[in-house]
């Protein structure tokens, strides 16, 4: 059963961190380019950053940048997500998502499995 669990949200003051987190079983993700992507309350599902598993090679919204890091622990076939700097324009639900040939921020409909949501609120 191929399923990803994404945790670790919860609720922050502004300027604090978090750290995302996006677990798969059933599945190896060394292969998928895995995505986060979050969606605010009445706002459609945006792209935050994501990392292609195969080649190392990561890509971030211009938003993210700077604030956010994606990384891998290939081992522990989970995906990370460090948000630090956070704002109340950061308050969403993030999901995490895996697409298996690409990165691509802009295309939702491009992920081929979606993890469960975990929720950032981030008070000011």
């Known amino acids: 059963d191929v399923q990803l669990q994404a945790s670790g949200g919860g609720l922050v003051q502004a300027g604090g961190s978090l750290i995302l987190s996006c677990a798969a079983s059933g599945f190896q993700l060394d292969y998928f380019s895995v995505h986060w992507f979050r969606q605010a309350p009445g706002k459609g599902r945006e792209g935050v950053s994501c990392i292609n598993n195969s080649d190392d090679s990561k890509f971030a919204a211009s938003f993210a940048k700077g604030r956010f890091t994606i990384f891998s622990d290939k081992v522990k076939n989970t995906v990370y997500l460090r948000m630090s700097g956070l704002t109340p324009e950061d308050t969403a639900v993030y999901y995490c998502?895996?697409?298996?040939?690409?990165?691509?921020?802009?295309?939702?409909?491009?992920?081929?499995?979606w993890g469960t949501g975990t929720l950032v609120t981030v008070s000011s």
């Open positions: 998502g895996t697409d298996p040939y690409r990165c691509s921020l802009s295309d939702p409909g491009a992920i081929d499995h």
